[in-house]
């Protein structure tokens, strides 16, 4: 029943980082889709611009979709233009 999860205290403050290995910034907060109950976004502290969309902090906010973990990162996958 708890196969394919993962906890947001396993992704809170890790590094994500593009396929090619750039540093992007610590994922900082997600978003949920109240109605659903579904994590959406992740929002990166972003050291680099990752994102053209941005919260009210000025922090990137990436589709959970587009996303996938490793041991030691988050990897971010390169976002449609």
Known sequence: M???RVFISEIAGKM??????QLLGPI????????SGLVRYLILG???KVSDTVDDMG????????MH???EYVIVTPLDP
């Open 2 to 4: 708890m196969e394919n």
């Open 16 to 21: 994500a980082v593009s396929k090619d290995g």
């Open 28 to 35: 900082e907060d997600v978003v949920i889709d109240t109605s």
């Open 46 to 48: 972003a050291t680099t």
């Open 59 to 66: 922090r990137a906010i990436i589709p959970i979709k587009k």
């Open 69 to 71: 973990l490793d041991q």
